[in-house]
């Protein structure tokens, strides 16, 4: 029994970093149950992967794999338009460190599946700076870096990002959230509006979970052809 809780113990705290809390771990087994769990709980702290960014909803662990399920289809478009909806896979892996203008970022490359317009693997860099989440990308030669999420996380919170479109991101509630039949009751909606000329607009929503992630993605965009909405769940991480 001991053996198994404290794995889950360390376990649950090796994927937000808290290594603090693993020393508590480690006093309390070399105090109460004697050196074979000293031992046992300091072996798994070697074993298990480390974390490289600890941030509570976007923690991100060496080598993870996550599959997100992929939907795109058309609303209220205008007859004789193509709306057949199309349903894929996403499957990201977090890659090895690499150092990029001078600093040090973790790597995700993620592939797509029965996605006929994307074909290509794409990246993005992501580093750890005072607590918040940067991301880097390529946008044609430059590469940006924009905030992902600030270290201070409440509703309300705002704050400018640039993918390669300058604009804001704000957390707009907290909320649970059912995604791929799995609940989470721990979650943030991140809302992006990016204007655009004409009668044309879109919106980008975001939906990050306590010590999962980014669970959910949405973005819908208005024409005078119809509503193109396109988004991803979760499904699975490994």
């Known amino acids: 029994m001991y053996i198994q809780q404290g794995l889950v113990a360390v376990e649950q705290r090796l994927r937000l970093n808290m290594l603090a809390d693993?020393?508590?771990i480690q006093n309390r087994a070399s105090s109460k149950q004697?050196?074979?769990?000293?031992?046992?709980?300091?072996?798994?702290?070697?074993?298990?992967?480390?974390?490289v960014i600890a941030h509570p909803y976007f923690p991100i662990i060496p080598g993870e794999v996550t599959v997100r399920e992929y939907h795109f289809r058309v609303e209220g478009g205008m007859k004789g338009m193509p709306t057949a909806p199309v349903h894929g896979k996403m499957v990201s892996t977090v890659k090895g460190v690499e150092v990029r203008e001078g600093k040090q970022f973790t790597r995700i490359a993620t592939e797509y599946k029965d996605i006929p317009y994307q074909q290509n693997a794409t990246e993005i860099w992501v580093r750890e700076e005072a607590g918040a989440v940067i991301m880097?990308?390529?946008?044609?030669?430059?590469?940006?870096?924009?905030?992902?999420?600030?270290?201070?996380?409440?509703?309300?919170?705002?704050?400018?990002?640039?993918?390669?479109?300058?604009?804001?991101?704000k957390v707009s509630r907290s909320l649970a959230l059912d995604v791929q039949g799995k609940r989470y009751d721990d979650c943030i909606e991140i809302l992006r509006v990016l204007p655009k000329a004409g009668p044309s607009s879109a919106t980008h929503k975001d939906?990050?979970?306590?010590?999962?992630?980014?669970?959910?993605?949405?973005?819908?965009?208005?024409?005078?052809?119809?509503?193109y909405i396109t988004e991803n769940e979760l499904s699975e991480r490994r």
């Not at 004697?34 to 974390?51: I, Q, R, W």
């Open 22 to 24: 693993i020393v508590i």
């Open 34 to 51: 004697g050196p074979f769990m000293k031992c046992f709980v300091a072996g798994l702290v070697a074993l298990l992967p480390s974390v």
């Open 136 to 169: 880097g990308a390529l946008h044609g030669e430059k590469f940006v870096e924009t905030t992902l999420l600030p270290a201070e996380i409440s509703v309300g919170s705002e704050w400018d990002y640039n993918d390669g479109e300058k604009s804001k991101r």
């Open 207 to 227: 939906y990050y979970c306590r010590d999962v992630g980014n669970v959910k993605f949405s973005f819908s965009m208005a024409s005078p052809a119809g509503t």
